[in-house]
C-alpha cells in the first residue's frame, strides 16, 4: 500500500531559526512530490517536485527531491511566527484513480 | 472571486440528522474532490468527480453521497450523522497536476 510518511510531527523553534521537514515516500508508479501549507483554513500549494536535485526555492522557502532515496526535503530559513502551519506533503501517481496520497504533516510552530 | 468556495464554513448538528455541504469552482477544472481531514490532520481521498462522472468511491460508508449537478458543483449529502463524522471537509479541484482547495467545512456530531 503506498504511503507518505513525514518528520518530525511537531516542531517548536525561536524565530530567525532554520528549519528542516522531512518526507519520506513509496508510491507506486511515481510522478512528483507536493508540499503544501495549512494555516487555519484550506491547504495552500508551495513547490511541485518531479525531478532529482532539482531545488525549487520561492523566497525562504526551498525544496528538493531525492528520487533514489525516496525523499524530500522542506528547508525554512530565518523563520517568522507567519510560518507557523501544517506543512504537508503528498505522493502524486502517474495513473490510478486517487493520484496523490498525503502525509501526515507535520506541525511547525515559530515562537517570537 | 473565490476559486474553490464551500458552504458552510462550520455545521453543529445532532447524531442521526442529515446534512449537505455545498461546492462550487470557477477555475474551469473537470476534477474535483471531497477529502476528510480527521484530529490527526490526515487528508484522506473520500470521492473524485470528473466532469460530473463519480470516478472513485473510496472505502466510505454509503451514508456519503456525492452529487454533482454541473462541472463547477460537487455537493456531499450525509444521512444519519454519527459521532466519527466530525471532522473538516474539503472540496478540491485539480488543475495542472496540483489540488486546489476551499477554505473546508468543521463538521461537528453532537
Known amino acids: 500500500e503506498d504511503k507518505v510518511v513525514q518528520s518530525p510531527l511537531s516542531l517548536v523553534v525561536h524565530e530567525g531559526d532554520t528549519v528542516t521537514l522531512n518526507c519520506s515516500y513509496e508510491?507506486?508508479?511515481?510522478?512528483?512530490l507536493l508540499w503544501y501549507k495549512q494555516e487555519k483554513k484550506a491547504p495552500t500549494f508551495l513547490f511541485m517536485l518531479?525531478?532529482?536535485?532539482i531545488e525549487k526555492k520561492s523566497g525562504r522557502l526551498s525544496s528538493i527531491l531525492d528520487k533514489k532515496e525516496l525523499f524530500s526535503i522542506l528547508n525554512i530559513t530565518a523563520t517568522q511566527t507567519g510560518d507557523s502551519a501544517i506543512y504537508l506533503c503528498?505522493?502524486?501517481?502517474?495513473?490510478?484513480?486517487?493520484?496523490?496520497?498525503f502525509g501526515q504533516g507535520t506541525r511547525l510552530t515559530i515562537n517570537p | 472571486d473565490t476559486a474553490v468556495s464551500q458552504t458552510p464554513k462550520y455545521l453543529v448538528t445532532q447524531m442521526g440528522n442529515d446534512k449537505s455541504i455545498k461546492c462550487e469552482q470557477n477555475?474551469?477544472?473537470?476534477?474535483m474532490y471531497w477529502y476528510k481531514q480527521d484530529s490527526k490532520k490526515f487528508l484522506k481521498i473520500m470521492f473524485s468527480?470528473?466532469?460530473?462522472?463519480?470516478?472513485i468511491n473510496e472505502t466510505v460508508p454509503n451514508r456519503f453521497s456525492p452529487k454533482s449537478p454541473d462541472k463547477a458543483h460537487l455537493n456531499l449529502h450525509i444521512n444519519s450523522l454519527e459521532l466519527g463524522d466530525s471532522a473538516v471537509y474539503f472540496c478540491?479541484?485539480?488543475?495542472?497536476?496540483?489540488?486546489?482547495f476551499g477554505s473546508g467545512t468543521q463538521l461537528s456530531v453532537l
Open positions: 508510491v507506486t508508479n511515481f510522478r512528483s
Open positions: 518531479t525531478s532529482s536535485g
Open positions: 468527480y470528473n466532469n460530473k462522472e463519480l470516478i
Open positions: 503528498a505522493g502524486r501517481r502517474i495513473q490510478g484513480a486517487q493520484k496523490l496520497v
Open positions: 478540491a479541484t485539480e488543475g495542472y497536476e496540483k489540488l486546489f
Open positions: 477555475l474551469g477544472h473537470d476534477t
